[in-house]
């Protein structure tokens, strides 16, 4: 499905000033595409998310998605956050058919699809473990079948793996671009890892702060599953940089 953001703007309203968490943003996101909205912290890449998936809404601004506007969540959407938000007294299992439940899917077909989601994130030997035995990775692979579990056509993503150690984290993103590429969802995924967008995105959001906005964006028409050491990887990588520099004069040396 497709997501259209058109001059979206939220302020929050704080006692002693106004925060422009994002501002006349617009931003087209095709069917089955993956985006990374990446920039600094604050720069509004949440705010923006929280929108997209309905829990949050905007001043001004519309969503449409597939071209019919909406004001609210739904089943076509599916968020995961940066910290699981998993169910502790539940298993593995039980917390990947959690959605299911609510929505009053029978307990076979739930655990059938518990299941099948599990294998897709490697986790079928782990279904009755409890959360708390799982290692950090693990649970964000929970995390990610308890989303798909409920077969969204958007997949939001809040820097879901930005509390995994590198090697975690490379091995996830290869993951996630297999099911990207088995279930063909559109994903908006935010993160301010600059390697982590470049190896992930099909368009990269560079978004900058203070207020909040869209500084442009960076379209990569590399094959994935892309090679992080590859000349392409570099080039693009060179061109985000670039980009970074543009607002922020003390980019390059910052980050090169
Ligand atoms: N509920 C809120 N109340 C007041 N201000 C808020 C609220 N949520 C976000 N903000 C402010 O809006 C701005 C954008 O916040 P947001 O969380 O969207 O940034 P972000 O890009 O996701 O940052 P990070 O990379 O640190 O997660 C920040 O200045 C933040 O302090
Ligand atoms: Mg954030």
């Given at each position: 499905?497709s997501?259209?953001?058109?001059n979206?703007?939220?302020?929050?309203?704080?006692p002693?000033?106004?925060?422009?968490?994002i501002r006349?943003?617009?931003?087209?996101?095709a069917?089955?595409?993956?985006?990374?909205?990446?920039?600094?912290?604050g720069?509004?890449?949440?705010?923006l998310l929280?929108?997209?998936?309905?829990?949050?809404?905007?001043?001004?601004?519309?969503?449409?998605?597939?071209?019919t506007?909406?004001?609210?969540?739904?089943r076509?959407?599916?968020?995961?956050f940066?910290?699981?938000?998993l169910?502790?007294?539940?298993?593995?299992?039980?917390?990947?058919?959690?959605?299911?439940?609510?929505?009053?899917?029978?307990?076979?077909?739930?655990?059938?699809?518990?299941?099948?989601?599990?294998k897709?994130?490697?986790l079928?030997?782990?279904?009755d473990?409890?959360?708390?035995q799982?290692s950090?990775?693990?649970?964000q692979?929970?995390?990610?079948?308890?989303?798909l579990?409920?077969?969204?056509?958007?997949l939001?993503?809040?820097e879901?793996f930005?509390?995994?150690d590198?090697?975690?984290r490379?091995?996830?993103q290869?993951?996630l671009?297999k099911?990207?590429?088995?279930?063909?969802?559109?994903?908006?995924?935010?993160?301010?890892?600059?390697d982590?967008?470049?190896?992930?995105?099909?368009?990269?959001?560079?978004?900058?702060?203070?207020?909040?906005?869209?500084?442009?964006i960076?379209?990569?028409?590399?094959?994935k599953?892309?090679?992080?050491?590859?000349?392409d990887?570099?080039?693009?990588?060179?061109?985000?940089?670039?980009?970074?520099?543009l607002?922020n004069e003390?980019?390059?040396?910052?980050?090169?």
């Amino acid at each position: 499905m497709s997501i259209d953001i058109t001059n979206v703007t939220r302020t929050y309203h704080l006692p002693d000033k106004n925060v422009h968490a994002i501002r006349h943003v617009d931003l087209h996101i095709a069917s089955h595409e993956f985006v990374c909205l990446l920039g600094p912290s604050g720069c509004g890449k949440s705010t923006l998310l929280k929108i997209l998936s309905g829990l949050e809404r905007p001043d001004e601004g519309t969503l449409e998605i597939d071209g019919t506007k909406v004001n609210g969540p739904g089943r076509e959407r599916a968020v995961v956050f940066q910290d699981y938000a998993l169910l502790p007294w539940r298993t593995v299992r039980e917390n990947v058919a959690f959605p299911l439940e609510l929505a009053h899917v029978s307990r076979k077909d739930r655990e059938e699809k518990a299941q099948e989601y599990l294998k897709l994130v490697h986790l079928e030997k782990f279904a009755d473990a409890y959360i708390h035995q799982l290692s950090g990775g693990m649970r964000q692979r929970v995390a990610i079948a308890r989303a798909l579990v409920q077969q969204p056509d958007i997949l939001l993503m809040d820097e879901p793996f930005g509390a995994l150690d590198a090697f975690t984290r490379m091995e996830l993103q290869s993951e996630l671009v297999k099911i990207w590429q088995a279930k063909r969802p559109t994903i908006v995924f935010v993160t301010h890892d600059i390697d982590e967008a470049i190896f992930l995105g099909d368009k990269v959001v560079i978004m900058t702060p203070n207020p909040g906005k869209v500084h442009s964006i960076v379209e990569i028409p590399v094959g994935k599953p892309r090679h992080r050491t590859g000349p392409d990887f570099n080039f693009y990588r060179d061109k985000v940089y670039k980009e970074f520099s543009l607002v922020n004069e003390y980019a390059v040396e910052y980050y090169i």
